[in-house]
């Protein structure tokens, strides 16, 4: 046993030796490329690049009948409608047809090969992405009882472009560069549109229908898509970017889908290519942003233009929020959209209040202009078990009485393991309009698992009292 261990000692210590030796005569040991390169995650390499492979797959399944639209809440606000379950059936020849259904996947895979240059990092990105998503509303029959069947088709959230379940190019660019990068392909847009969700748990009404936050309106000026952009790292938490995006103009015919008609008359090769310019800051406790977009410069005339804005500022216990957002096009549409929000923590105490308003003109004629309040307190009564309590209202005309939608709901969530957390929730939609049914009171409980390997699922199920029930499975997996 003693010999053994002197063996293995001289052993280490001639590696020792050796190592120090080579130090001294400056002989560098060879590191795998990724390594060398700081990259990690599933990697492979060659002698001089570096591939990351990541991806995920996403699945939900709904089932229920939940395709109606709770009468009054539908915001006016150019960026869509706020729809609440509804029970919305069809009777067909006696029978009656009200349940509905959605299954929806989602996948996407991604490739970064990179390897060194004297510029810095050289990259080619590739990501691949297919969504599948078949929806059914009264078991395939439309209002007027005539089968149309399901509807089948991707989201066309990838610029602009469906996949209906078939792969397609989501991402294929190269880059170059450490702290200023170049870029040029097809990839998504340099604008930053962050800052600006309220902090109130229910969130704000018109916040939710821009997709959280503030919008400039509508989905115009378009970004992303082929693109050449420059950013570039400043110092002291600034960073800066330019690009020329919306350079495949992908999607025919008028855009936008806003029921005020904004932003609709830019068509076809008017609207392609979009300038794109953002500050960003990062520091002491503060983010912010500005970004600016032009659309249609390729033709050499601005079509529609947009601002957004946001800064956050955390300060111990508090944070606070501002947003804003402004657009307009050559036809005398104007839209502005603002948000400010704040959150204060004492002990198990959380409170935050946010606000909301919009306004804008159409063809030189004002719009009504609308404004929201949000607020709620929560509070954490053990380790892993919290209350959140919250309203939330919007006035569609403020010029107008009897307009005004609401929200007022109680919420539960516990850690029942370090994996399992229970969500449930009772609360109340209503609305002072005339019409038939004012409030909906609703419950849902949900419980969702986190085993770890980057796989979460979820089941929730919802009922109202106007007679709709959904039940919502959820399952994802991601990896890199």
Known sequence: MKLKSLILGSVAAAGLSTAGFAADLGVLTSLDVCDALGLSGLTISSDTNCLQISGEVKY??????????????????QAGSRNVDDNNAVVVGGSTFDNDWRTKVETWLKFVGTADSDFGPAKATIKLKSWFDQVVTNEGYDAAGVYVGPTVGGDATVNGVGSNGAWIIDEAFVSVGDTTI?????????????DDEPFNFLGLFNSDAVDKGVRYAGQHPRTGNYAIQVVSDLGNGVNVGVGLENLGNEGTGAFGTNPAGFYNATTGAQAAGTLVGVVN??????????????GGVLDGIVEDWGVHAGVTGTFDAFKVRVAGAYGANNASDTYWNVLGSAQATFDM???????????????????????????????????????????????ENTGLANDEGYQVALQLVA?????????????????????????????????AWAPGGGFTSSLKGEAHQNGAYKVTFKAAKSFQ
């Open 182 to 194: 170049i870029s040029a392909g097809r990839k998504g847009s340099i604008a930053n549109l962050g």
């Open 349 to 395: 105490f959380t409170i935050a209040l946010s606000g909301e308003a919009t306004g804008g003109q159409n063809a030189g004629v004002a719009i009504p202009n609308q404004a929201g309040l949000g607020g709620s307190i929560g509070a954490a009564i053990t380790e892993g078990v919290s209350v959140n309590l919250g309203g939330r209202w919007f006035d």
């Open 281 to 294: 800051y990062a520091g002491e406790g503060i983010t912010a942003h500005i970004t600016g977009v032009a």
């Open 60 to 77: 939900e399944f709904i089932w229920g009948d939940y395709a109606g639209t709770f009468p009054g809440m539908g915001i006016l606000a």
């Open 415 to 447: 850690a029942v393991t370090e994996t399992v957390k229970l969500t449930g929730e009772v609360g109340v939609y209503g609305t002072n309009k005339p019409v038939a049914q004012q409030s909906d009171f609703y419950g849902s409980a949900e419980l």
